[in-house]
């Protein structure tokens, strides 16, 4: 059967800090166009290569908990080799490979119950949870380093709704998460705010694969009125726009510090 999801990305990139890239970085991606792209496990390769699409992107969720030992991670023997050979096969294809990083509620201890939004900020805020979290996305950054081509990293899509929703004001700096405190060596001396996770997650992707391309999810749901769905005559557009921007803005879009 063949896949029924269909990402389009126009890009955007949040852009890594001037650090040394690896030798093999390559140029940032293309913002000229809309380029579509489609999910695509493994074992559906060959129908998106026969398909006569000319697709730019291949994506696939990344999941299973930091810390539960069935997260991607162990997909593959080594560690990690689930997202290697994934880039590597989108490459040879021509594809430029996408991860829906979605992990946080999966790990333990919340371990994703019912109510999404208290485990996400509960792992969020749990030291030991957050120092393997750290470290599964430095596993993916390596990963994304030996790669060497474009790659684009989507970060937790439900979670920065929930924080939107959190946040005094729109906020990031006034919800709690533990950064410096988890003792992960790359996130020593960043606050244990929300955006110094976001800022945390870019220092490890500048140290580790300047070639990633770090993305949000704008929250169609989190100001209030979903705009996906709503067909309210009075609905404010730009309002809810305006919140959703101010919570990324203040999450590593406009500053990091490190």
Known sequence: AAPSRLLAVGAVPVPARP????????????????EFGLANQPTDLGWMTASGVPWKYRYQYLS??????????????????????????????GY?????YYEICQSLPAKCPQNESAGDLSNLGDVATMSSYYANFKLLMQQAHTFGKPVV?????????YLEQAAAGGDAST??????????PE??????????????LLHI?????PN????????AWAAGADIASSTGANLNVVNIADRTAAILNSAGITSNPF
């Open 96 to 100: 430029t490979p996408v991860f829906t």
């Open 205 to 209: 992707r500048d140290v580790y694969a």
């Open 212 to 219: 990633v391309s770090l993305a949000m999810h704008a929250s």
């Open 64 to 93: 299973g908990g930091v810390n539960t030992g069935g997260g991607w991670e162990t997909w593959n023997s080594p560690p990690g080799a689930f997202a290697a050979f994934y880039m590597k096969d989108s490459g040879a294809n």
């Open 153 to 161: 990293v989507h970060v937790e899509p439900g979670l920065w709704g």
């Open 187 to 200: 996130a020593v001396g960043i606050p244990n705010t929300v955006d110094g996770f976001a800022w945390a």
């Open 175 to 184: 919800v709690s998460a533990a950064v410096g405190s988890s003792g992960f």
């Open 19 to 34: 650090v040394p890239a690896p030798a093999s970085a390559s140029a940032p991606l293309p913002a000229s166009r809309l």
